[in-house]
């Protein structure tokens, strides 16, 4: 038995691994500007094609010591370490599942599905980090993701709608303010497009609350930054990884913090 579910999660773990590749292949034909179903990958040195025995995710890296095949030149470690990453997502969201008595409670499908969200955007927050870019792929599946979540299990379909208009006109006027204000893209279109599906599944109050969020970790960073002298004014930093850590906060903690702060108001 426990073989059998050692094996699982192994499988898992492993089938993360090679949506980590594909996500990872999105990501750098991204910031390259390539299209990401433009033919197979190649060796970045002597652009020989890789065949799919050498384009096994983690275990092509370690068989071949991470030297390609024809020309011996070094393999980009990005991919093995996505893909390494990838697989111990899968190794500790099964941890949590058979841990946390919730989850169990819940629909099979609506784990699932929760499940991908979180992953998709954790590879969205990498992006950012990386390459300073939010793959329009990702956020398109994130969106399906949270539209297949509200309509199968959400109970109303007005508050997420409105919570998408509303962030969208708030960051289209923000950005259009900042830019009059900083004379150049201050805030990137890409964080606007994440905000539709983080909108769509935190609903109301939770997105009002995850922007201001946001908005607070950020500022408080950037202010680090600033007097640690790591970036100078006016530099850009990636917006994405707040918005989705306020996400998350708000997502997991939002009636909380809503009853303290009424707490402490009244
Ligand atoms: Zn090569």
Redesign the pocket.
Known sequence: MLVFELLLVVLFGFFLAVLASFFEVVMVRTARGESFTQGRSK?D??H?KINWYDNIPILSFLWLRGR?R??Q?PIAKTYFWTEVVAFLFGVVFYLVYISWPFLQTLPIAQVVLYFLFSFILFFVLLADLKYLLVPDLLVGLLTVLALLLQFCYGTNWILPVASVLFSIIFFLLLSFVAKKIFKKEALGLGDVKLMIPLSLLLSWPKTALSIFLAFIIGGIFAMLMLLTGRKKFGQVLPFAPFLILAAVISFGFGEAIWQWYFAFLL
């Open positions: 060796c040195h002597c020989h390609c024809y020309c030149q």
